[in-house]
């Protein structure tokens, strides 16, 4: 299934910007991630709580979901591009969660 570290817009905002505002000369690189990864389950079991409607999660094979998107109107470079990032979801390429956001923004996102 794999899971995917959402983190929200404002919150990335504010640790890029007190990066960028920070005095400390030295050379770092940050990870920057939502506190919780949620697998598909999960972020399906939100949307129905919060909508009330509920919602399923479909596995599809990469050749699935890359023909449907094509039928769907969408170039192929463009479907591949899009399925890749569910094989990086699955593989848990976005899974990662650090603490840097709240490092850097001195807030908990």
Same mark, same amino acid.
Do not use: H
């Given at each position: 299934?794999?899971?995917?570290?959402?983190?929200?817009?404002?919150?990335?905002?504010?640790?890029?910007?007190?990066?960028?505002?920070?005095?400390?000369? +030295?050379?770092?690189?940050?990870? &920057?991630?939502?506190?919780? !990864?949620? $697998?598909? @389950?999960?972020?399906?079991?939100? #949307? /129905?709580?919060?909508?009330?409607?509920?919602?399923?999660?479909?596995?599809?094979?990469?050749?699935?979901?890359?023909?449907?998107?094509?039928?769907?109107?969408?170039? +192929?470079?463009?479907?591949?591009? &899009?399925?890749?990032?569910? !094989?990086? $979801?699955? @593989?848990?390429?976005?899974?990662? #969660? /650090?603490?840097?956001?709240?490092?850097?923004?001195?807030?908990?996102?």
């Amino acid at each position: 299934d794999g899971a995917i570290s959402y983190g929200a817009r404002s919150d990335l905002a504010a640790a890029i910007a007190a990066g960028l505002a920070s005095d400390d000369t +030295e050379s770092t690189t940050y990870t &920057l991630t939502g506190p919780k !990864a949620y $697998t598909p @389950a999960e972020v399906a079991a939100l #949307v /129905t709580e919060v909508t009330g409607k509920p919602i399923q999660v479909v596995q599809l094979s990469d050749e699935a979901l890359t023909e449907g998107m094509k039928a769907a109107g969408l170039p +192929e470079p463009i479907a591949k591009l &899009l399925v890749s990032f569910d !094989a990086a $979801t699955r @593989a848990g390429d976005l899974g990662m #969660v /650090t603490d840097a956001v709240e490092t850097l923004s001195g807030r908990k996102s």
